[in-house]
């Protein structure tokens, strides 16, 4: 069999709790510098969890230039055009209306489709004693609102991205819960291999740090509760590690065909070398406890970039700080590394960022493509006790200068869906 | 080189207010019955629009689970049970039962589930609004009330990626697999995915699903608020049509090589030929007028199946009712079939525009349509718009001019999706 098209990342974006940009959220991630803080958006005061990985000193109105768009773009799609617009200006190209049809776009996308005030305007017309009655939205007290629908759709950023940036060709929107972003890049991987575009803009984006969003999770108790010490609420790994912090934010990258970015010259980060993705089919609310189902998504991910775990040196980990997921993800750590489980240093920089749901695949990319360029694998943070059943060689510390020849990097969604991407040094690429 | 393996269906499924089977889909695509009737769930007889195509059958005989319909939505129940059809017609389950234990883990690793869902409702917020009653407008309260008024499985419930959970549950496929929220597209590139992952050996074989329950009390306020929604009939192509309306349901299809469907003696339901997808790059609601988009996603299916334009036996065309998309389309139909295209049909006049699961239920039914050798007419079709001109439309019954359809499915961010299938050869 003819061996897969080689896919190049030529640019990244970021825009994360610890940074508005990438080189910000990278300075931090190899400091250890985290995010988390009180909750400053809204009054989270009476939540059990109330501390978040909040952006911060964002520029909403300048991160969508376009007027006319801005008012479809919510906070969460903010994010996504800034961290968009980055990658593409790292990158140096673009798209052009001579290869605009040849432009992709895939991205992961956050599952929030109405906001906190549009739902207490439903209440007031609808709901007065909690009970919703459809007869109060034809009330002179209510009216729709298009805009805020349209924005509310879940291929909005989609449309706008798109139109924004004159993306022609193929364009989709994914969602497997925490998956998601990587989900959205494996997507365009196989897109790009079987020819169907030239270039992709591939990413996520996602905002749940409101009402709702931060609601959900603390009714599953799945956020740490850590109000008092919030720097260290995220601390994968840990023996009394008890959830994980929620972040927002969004991550990018641009994607080319192997020759053609080397022909033009372009710096290459890495190779976007493998995609696997497998579903755990274990219970709705719990990660398998063997590890079965995201060792499948590895195994995959290693296949289809054509390496064993001998060539890997570092591992991103979906490691969330949780219990549960983080003894699954070693359980499954120990099987696909084998005998390399000693030698391969692995982290989460959930550890500093927080989780970013839909765009954290997305993000944890651009933070492989980064650690191989710069060849430092970052810290695991608030490592203090290290739990005997996640037994890795963890980053404890200080991030670690090391040349990485491969990096794999995990997200592990709510529903079990497992995606692992494989990234290559551009050295190891002949 | 051998020539990479064909893709085929062996199970088909779709559930929509004009039936819940393929079969009763069918009867009433060719006897012109439409599903289009006043909502019932809830009263709409004030409304600026109070049709529908609602699904009527019992949540109970869909998804028999009791237990299940406290963690699963409207949308989901549509799309476990489209997924059952297809995976209960493909023989798939039987197959493994005869397989010794080491088999049937390798089975279930390559055997893979794409959904196409329609995500995020208003629906699932109102969940909340009980606790904005109890906190009497402080967010305070809120959050100290929230775990005495709210289902604790609240995000569980309302995940866009349900139904891939679910019917991974049900049926331990662990394979490839993803969820796709990309409005109208969702569904029909859950079957493009799939045929794509058993083509490069990603897996073996692959249930699509789409699914979506769109129509809720400020969805409809929305829609037509944008203008979008027939007051009374969806008539695609019609000089008077005047918007769409919506439906419900499910679609779901299983995909597989041919040689592995033979191999188990399977019945092979049609082939996949190809697709293309593309962006017009309009926003989230416009559309370009001149159909670019429409034609260029026709094209790129075109050249991935390696056909011709004249070898298209039949056209199943989005055609949702609105005068914009249906004369864009029309456009961008002609720009590649030039004077003479094959019939063309739409079904939405029947069971509604199903939004995420609109082009893979049209696909199944497609299949059916090319078995029987009928291009279903367009009942509610009286006057075709004179703007559409050499465009093969009709109310009445046509016949393909081959065992190919091309299906269309075109939807919010400027998205236009094309398939080609193939009938088996009997």
């Known amino acids: ?124 017309s609808c709901a007065p004693e909690g009970e919703f009655d459809p007869a109060g939205l034809i009330s002179k007290g209510f009216s729709p609102d298009p805009i805020a629908f349209c924005r509310g759709q879940t291929n909005a950023p989609l449309g706008l991205l798109t139109h924004h940036f004159g993306i022609r060709g193929y364009a989709t929107s994914v969602h497997t819960a925490c998956a998601s972003g990587g989900q959205a890049i494996g997507t365009a991987l196989k897109a790009m291999r079987r020819g169907v575009c030239d270039y992709m803009l591939v990413g996520g984006y996602d905002s749940m740090l409101n009402p709702i969003g931060l609601s959900g999770f603390c009714l599953l108790g799945a956020v740490s509760p850590d109000n008092d010490t919030p720097e260290r609420a995220s601390r994968p790994f840990d023996l009394t590690r008890n959830g994980f912090v929620l972040g927002e934010g969004a991550g990018f990258l641009v994607l080319e065909h192997w020759d053609a970015a080397v022909k033009r010259g372009a710096k290459i980060y890495a190779e976007l070398a493998g995609d696997g993705n497998s579903l755990s089919c274990y219970r709705i609310t719990d990660s398998p406890p063997d590890g079965n189902g995201p060792i499948q998504a590895m195994q995959q991910a290693l296949a289809s970039a054509g390496i064993t775990s001998d060539e890997l040196d570092y591992v991103n980990a979906h490691g969330t700080s949780t219990q549960m997921n983080d003894k699954s993800e070693c359980a499954g750590l120990r099987v696909v590394l084998g005998s390399n489980i000693d030698r391969v240093r692995v982290s989460s920089t959930k550890s500093c960022m927080g989780h970013l749901i839909a765009a954290a695949g997305a993000v944890e990319a651009v933070v492989c493509a980064l650690a191989i360029r710069d060849g430092i694998a970052p810290v695991n943070a608030n490592l203090t006790t290290p739990d005997p059943e996640c037994n890795v060689n963890l980053v404890r510390g200080k991030s670690q200068p090391m040349r990485i020849r491969a990096a794999l990097s995990n997200s592990l969604g709510f529903g079990g869906s497992n995606s692992c991407l494989v990234f290559r040094n551009p050295e190891e690429v002949r | 080189m051998t020539a990479p393996s064909k893709v085929v269906f062996t199970g088909l499924g779709a559930v929509c207010g004009a039936g819940k089977t393929v079969d009763e889909i069918w009867d009433a695509l060719v006897n012109g019955r439409s599903a289009v009737a006043p909502i019932k769930q809830w009263d709409a007889s004030q409304w600026p629009v109070n049709v529908a195509a609602e699904v009527t059958a019992d949540n109970r005989t869909l998804v028999p689970d009791r237990k299940l319909h406290k963690i699963i939505s409207r949308t989901d129940m549509f799309g ?108 029909i590139m859950a079957v493009t995915e799939c045929a794509a992952s058993v083509r490069i050996g990603e897996a073996d074989r692959m249930t699509a699903v789409g699914h979506d329950a769109p129509f809720e009390p400020e969805t409809a306020l929305n829609y037509h608020r944008l203008g979008l929604l027939s007051e009374d009939v969806l008539r695609p192509f019609d000089a008077k049509r005047s918007g769409t309306i919506f439906g419900e349901g499910a679609g779901a299809a299983v995909l597989e090589t041919a040689d592995d469907a033979k191999a188990r003696g399977a019945a092979i339901l049609g082939e996949f030929l190809g697709s293309g997808c593309c962006s017009e790059a309009t926003g989230i609601l416009d559309l370009r007028p001149d159909g670019d988009g429409v034609n260029r996603a026709i094209e790129t299916a075109l050249a991935e199946a390696g056909l011709k334009p004249e070898q298209v036996g039949m056209i199943v065309a989005h055609g949702n009712g609105t005068r914009a998309s249906d004369a864009s389309e029309a456009l961008g139909i002609r720009r590649v079939f030039g004077n003479n295209p094959p019939p063309v049909t739409g079904f939405k006049w029947a069971y509604g525009h199903l939004i995420a699961a609109s082009g893979i239920v049209d696909l199944v039914l497609a299949l059916k349509a090319l078995s029987q050798q009928v291009v279903p007419g367009i009942a509610t079709l009286h006057s075709v718009d004179p703007e559409i001109t050499l465009f093969p439309v009709s109310a009445a019954p046509q016949k393909p001019r081959s065992d190919i359809a091309l299906v269309i499915c075109r939807g919010f961010g400027g998205m236009n999706v094309a398939v080609l299938v193939r009938a088996t050869n009997p």
């Open chain 1, 1 to 124: 069999m003819k061996p897969p098209r080689r896919i190049a990342i030529t640019g990244v974006g970021m825009v994360t709790s610890i940074g508005n940009h990438a080189p910000a959220t990278w300075a931090s991630l190899q400091a250890g510098r985290t995010g988390f803080g009180p909750i400053q958006n809204f009054d989270a005061s009476g939540f059990s969890t109330r501390i978040g990985a909040e952006v911060k000193n964002f520029d909403f109105d300048a991160a969508v230039p376009d007027r006319k768009l801005r008012k479809f773009a919510s906070r969460s799609h903010r994010f996504a055009f800034a961290a968009a617009e980055e990658a593409l200006t790292d990158a140096g190209i673009r798209p052009e209306n001579a290869n605009s049809h040849r432009w992709g776009f895939s991205v992961g996308a956050g599952m929030m489709g109405f906001t906190f005030d549009e739902l207490k305007n439903v209440h007031a």
């Open chain 2, 80 to 187: 476990l049970y489209a997924a059952d059809l297809a995976v209960q017609q493909s023989g798939l389950l039987a197959h493994r039962e005869k397989m010794d234990a080491v088999a049937v883990v390798q089975f279930d690793d390559r055997t893979g589930i794409i959904s196409g869902s329609g995500g995020g409702t208003f629906r699932s917020s109102y969940d909340y609004l009980p606790l904005l009653t109890a906190a009497k407008g402080d967010l305070k309260t809120f959050g100290k009330e929230l775990s005495n008024v709210v289902n604790p499985m609240w995000l569980l419930k309302n995940l866009p990626n349900n139904v891939l959970c679910h019917v991974g549950i049900r049926y331990n496929f662990k394979g490839s697999n993803g969820c796709i929220t990309n409005q109208c597209a969702g569904g």
